[in-house]
């Protein structure tokens, strides 16, 4: 085999059961071998490795499901900034009594609002609906299956 090129790739990944962030540094070698096809090697500290989006663990918790991303996809940590409690001047209600210039906090977002912020922050919204391509793709072949057999 002939080496053409080598490449170094930070693959970014997110465990999807604990959901830990982390990223796997590889150098892809490029070869190509005597018959003339084309050879991909991936490699991790020096040892060859399954390519990133096959047999990774999560290093957190060991589970094997991960979403491995192709570099520069997404960044590896979004960090929004803590939202500061906002106080509001309006009429406030005391007892039966309105009292003009009273300070009450502003709302906090109700649970719809909370966790369509959390979704949009994560890819949890894009799994639900590939889960659920999955399963009428599944269940449509199982029909199917059952009713060629029977």
């Not at 604990?18 to 490699?43: A, I, K, M, P």
């Not at 040892?47 to 997404?74: D, L, M």
């Not at 009429?91 to 959390?118: D, K, M, N, Y």
Request: glycine share 8%; net charge negative.
């Amino acid at each position: 085999m002939t080496e053409e090129f080598s490449t170094s790739e930070t693959w970014p990944m997110e465990c999807l059961r604990c959901w830990h962030v982390w990223q796997e540094e590889y150098v892809v070698r490029h070869l190509t071998d005597v018959h003339g096809h084309d050879v991909v090697v991936w490699l991790r500290r020096g040892t060859p490795v399954q390519p990133p989006w096959s047999g990774t663990s999560c290093p957190g918790c060991g589970h094997s499901r991960v979403a491995a991303f192709p570099p520069g996809s997404r960044p590896l940590v979004v960090s929004l900034p803590a939202p500061e409690p906002v106080a509001v001047t309006v009429p406030a209600l005391v007892g039966e009594q309105l009292v003009e210039g009273g300070h009450v906090p502003a709302q906090r977002p109700g649970t719809r609002e909370r966790i369509v912020s959390t979704l949009t922050g994560q890819p949890a919204l894009l799994y639900a609906l590939l889960g659920i391509v999955f399963l009428l793709v599944t269940g449509y072949e199982l029909v199917e299956r059952v009713a060629i057999h029977h």
